[in-house]
């Protein structure tokens, strides 16, 4: 029996898929409205997300960094110390607290500091609070053995941590294994104790200010006992995470907000709303448009009445897609096909009032580089029928380039034809707003580096002199603080050193050619030094070197001899050979107690020492020489002391002609009455005088009071024509000379200024001749003393026109046994009397002298043979018995001739 179905079946069969076939439109934009908005929804919980954990990474970022930050700002404090226990090994603990004072004085998180030499703890500070641990043997503690050998083997700091402390608390070890600078050998180890708790608080980990729940690990995937800083179930919250490198130990951080994840944003309310009035706004039409059409058959007027509604309709949809400014496409892969709307078109900058588009059009709009990813996705979407998301970069005509998100999901038509549905919108601002997010974190991030590149050139250059490179004086100072030494069998020595004629080269060529001596002076020094030893420049051309040994002696001797060697050969300047010099002083520690700092003051009496016998040479410090520097500074003090309690008083010795034998002159010569030593010669500090720039202090003293004797001379009878005084080159100098000189009362032509021939004449000193020819025209007579022994030539002599040549003692004293000797006498008064000058001879001793001087020509004598030099009331007696014996031998001649 063949079964056929009734018509009536087939009949509502058919009409049931017609009147679904009206709503396939509606229903097919539901989907795709409905995938856009759920994908658009998920997008928007996604990059909320996002947004949250990037704000949380970097604040977890800022307290990684300021607890790396702070670790180390404690490891940089402790490692003078550490240099300072290795200059000095045998370091006791009042040096090693004073040391670590002066750390403990900057504001850190270290608790306390326990040196160990040999591995057993000896010094500790603060002493009062670590004293508990003095005399641990780590070699016999297993917890701390391991970790301080690992220190030791490494020979490199080490960071352990966190570990309880027996005084209380938590802290991180930090061991320096200290090796000896001089020998290399290992002394022991140094370790700091940073505080924990202090160092969590001050890096912000766990404070009240502190947004964010933190846990610190030694693992990133923890246990409890590896967990040592807040909850192990922030590690299972999906935690943003961090990790901080501690040299051969690593922290891991992870941090959650304290108000937990927010799994919605804040506006997700706002945007489904708006979602909804979209897919509103799109599926209505729609709808109402299949129900039109199906009833089209029944009736036309009133499809057409639907008609105008669904126009209106559609203008509502198309102000909504106006207004959301999402663009919505269609493509069919069969016909590579494109359906856009006005907001596409507008997107891609296509023509307004084309409907339909080819998947060329499509591709050629996206950017070359972006092309490839994005059709791989489309291709992948529509074989696998998958959701198609993505975003691409497009150029519209004009050039510009922007940021497309694409939302699409595939679907198929009614007769199998498989579509692909979906939306675009542009996120150019988004995508620009995170690239200067992300630009801004990247020029921060390099702000930063150079920053610290920065800070380590400047700490570099504080410490080193900007021409040669050398270390500074602010270099050596803290080297001298750190380097106080108790070891016996290694030992400092300074070599301080200074260009002999560097301000010549300075003053005749420039200071560009001064600095090119200076940077080939260091480099012939740094050739010289070794690899533990080090040149520092303290001053203009003043330079130190330090050195070190069980006896440093030799090797300073060796390398101070070696730079004045080296820096007595010419250096070449544009051509010109410059000859510099150097003197140097040699100061090594004698014992443990001596001090860096008055090291350095020896080295600079040793400097002063070579300068003053002649430079171009070395001097080594000594006991002797520290004693008569200590004499010479109290000298010195006493003697202005002297000059300003009236102490300096001249004394008066006589000058005889050499045929009658009577006063002729008398020379005034300084004296100092001492309190205490009674009266000093003029040998024992007219040199520290002249050193203090008092000379010309002295010398106006010697002829106020001069004159003072010379005037009372006068009211008790005595004549003397011709007062001689003794003036320096400062008193020659002084701008004050005339006018003083001007005030003072005295008979023209009875006063004489006596220059040592050691006083230049020769070169071009014409102040020095403007002041000659002023004292002429106020009467002062010029002498020349101690002629024949300073290097005035005869030509610059004649030039100065003296009145009288003072023949000097050393040349007086061999005259009756030397022949050669006279002969040079001879020649000398033999000068004198071709230029009308007359000659005194001074040390004449004896009546040998006498008889040849006469013999020779000379005019006047001078000498112990006649009187000493005496004071001014003996000096009154003496003269008036002179002059009585004299006039009475005349008076007898007289007699004797009638």
């Known amino acids: 029996m063949i079964l056929v179905a009734s018509p009536d079946k087939h009949s509502a069969a058919r009409s049931r898929w017609s009147g679904m076939s009206y709503f396939l439109p509606a229903i097919l934009a539901v989907t795709a409205v409905a995938i856009a908005v759920i994908l658009g929804d998920l997008e928007e919980h996604t990059e909320y997300r996002a ?38 090994p045998n370091i006791n603990q009042p040096q090693f607290a ?27 500070y603060p002493e009062a609070a670590a004293r508990g641990v003095v005399g641990l043997d780590y070699r016999a503690n297993p917890e701390q053995y391991g970790a301080v050998l690992q220190s030791v083997q490494r020979r490199a700091l080490t960071i352990t941590g966190p570990v309880k402390l ?37 890096s912000n980990v766990n404070t009240s200010q502190q947004p964010l729940e933190i846990a610190i690990s030694r693992r990133p995937a923890p246990t409890q006992e590896d967990l040592f800083l807040g909850s192990l179930g922030v590690f299972n919250k999906d935690p943003v995470t961090a990790r901080i490198e501690l040299g051969y130990d690593t922290w891991y951080l992870a941090a959650v907000p304290r108000s937990g994840w927010q799994l919605s944003p804040p506006d997700i309310g706002a945007f489904r709303t708006f979602s909804f009035l979209i897919a509103f706004c799109i599926v209505v039409p729609l709808v109402w448009a299949g129900i039109l059409m199906k009833q089209r058959s029944r009736n036309i007027v009133i499809l057409q009445q639907r008609e105008e509604e669904l126009e209106a309709l559609s203008q509502r949809l198309a102000l909504a897609l106006e207004a959301s400014d999402i663009g919505v496409w269609e493509y069919e892969p069969a016909t590579d096909t494109l359906i856009w709307d006005r907001r596409m078109s507008e997107l891609y900058g296509a023509p307004a009032d084309k409907a339909v588009y080819a998947y060329a059009d499509w591709r050629g709009a996206v950017h070359p580089d972006d092309i490839h990813s994005a059709e791989k996705l489309l291709i992948q979407s529509v074989n696998e029928e998958i959701p198609y998301i993505t975003q691409f970069r497009i150029l519209a005509p004009s050039g510009e380039a922007k940021h497309i998100r694409a939302h699409g999901a595939i679907y198929r038509t009614s007769s199998g034809v498989q579509r692909l549905v979906g939306a675009n919108w542009d996120v150019t601002e988004d995508v620009v707003t995170q690239t200067e997010l992300r630009d801004a974190r990247s020029r921060t991030e390099e702000q930063n580096r150079q920053l610290h590149t920065v800070r ?46 560097f301000k010549e080269v300075n003053d005749t060529l420039g200071h560009a050619a001064g600095d090119e001596v200076l940077k080939e002076a260091t480099a012939r020094v740094l050739k010289l030094i070794g690899h533990d030893e080090f040149a520092s420049r303290i001053g203009g051309d003043e330079f130190v070197v330090v050195t070190s040994g069980p006896a440093p002696e030799e090797r300073a001797r060796e390398l101070a001899c070696a730079i004045v060697k080296a820096l007595s050969a010419p250096i070449r300047f544009d051509g010109i050979e410059c000859h510099i010099g150097c003197s140097a002083g040699i100061a090594c520690q004698t014992s443990v107690s001596e001090q860096p700092r008055q090291l350095l003051i020896n080295a600079d009496v040793a400097l002063y020492e070579a300068k003053k016998r ?29 000059i300003d309690n009236d102490q300096i008083v001249p004394f008066f010795q006589p000058q005889f002609d050499a045929h009658t034998l009577e006063i002729v002159g008398v020379e005034a010569l300084a004296r100092w009455q001492h309190p205490v030593r009674g009266l000093l010669a003029p ?39 011709n007062l001689s005084v003794n003036i320096s080159a400062q008193r020659l100098k002084d701008e004050r000379l005339m006018k003083r000189l001007e005030s003072l009362s005295f008979v023209p032509g009875s006063l004489s200024f006596e220059l040592l021939e050691s006083i230049s004449f020769d070169g071009h000193d014409q102040d020095l001749r403007e002041v000659i020819n ?52 001879a020649a000398i008064i033999e000068i004198g009397r071709s230029q009308g000058i007359e000659i005194v001879a001074e040390g004449v001793e004896t009546v040998a002298h006498v008889e040849i001087l006469r013999s020779l020509g000379c005019q006047t004598l001078q000498g112990y043979l006649f009187a000493k030099p005496m004071s001014g009331n003996d000096f009154v007696a003496f003269a008036g018995q002179w002059q009585d014996e004299h006039q009475a031998e005349d008076r007898l001649i007289t007699a004797q001739a009638v």
Do not use: C
């Open 683 to 721: 040998d024992q500090f007219l040199g520290i005088a002249e050193s203090l720039h008092r000379a010309a202090d002295i010398d106006a003293i010697i002829l106020e009071k001069a004159l003072f004797q010379a005037a009372r001379w006068r009211t008790l009878g005595l004549v003397i024509p």
């Open 614 to 642: 002649g430079r171009n040479r070395m001097e080594m410090f000594s006991h002797d020489l520290l004693l008569a520097t200590i004499q010479t500074k109290r000298t010195s003090d006493e003697l202005i002391t002297a």
């Open 774 to 825: 002023e004292l002429r025209d106020l009467g002062i007579d010029i002498e020349i003393d101690d002629f024949g022994t300073g290097h005035a030539s005869i030509v610059s002599l004649l030039e100065l026109g003296p009145k009288r040549l003072k023949i000097d003692r050393k040349l007086i004293a061999p005259l009756q046994a030397a022949g050669s000797q006279r002969r040079l006498v």
């Open 456 to 501: 380590r050139t400047l700490e570099h250059q504080s410490l080193h002199d900007a021409l040669t490179g050398l270390p500074n004086r602010r270099f050596l100072d803290q080297f001298m603080e750190a380097a106080v030494s108790t070891d016996a069998t290694n030992r400092l020595a300074f070599i301080h050193f200074d260009l002999d004629r």
């Open 98 to 124: 004073a040391l670590a004072e002066r750390i403990f004085a900057v504001p850190s998180q270290l608790r306390n500091v326990a040196a160990a030499p040999e591995l057993v703890v000896r010094y500790v």
């Open 166 to 202: 027996k005084q209380g608390g938590t802290g991180l070890m930090a061991r320096y294994p200290v090796f000896s600078l001089a020998g290399g050998r290992f002394w022991g180890v140094l370790t700091a104790v940073i505080d924990l708790d202090k160092l969590y608080a001050d």
């Open 51 to 88: 947004t949250e954990r990037l704000k949380t990474a970097e604040q977890l970022a800022e307290v990684a960094s300021n607890i790396e930050t702070n670790i180390y700002g404690n490891v940089r404090l402790v490692h003078g110390l550490v240099a300072a226990v290795a200059a000095n």
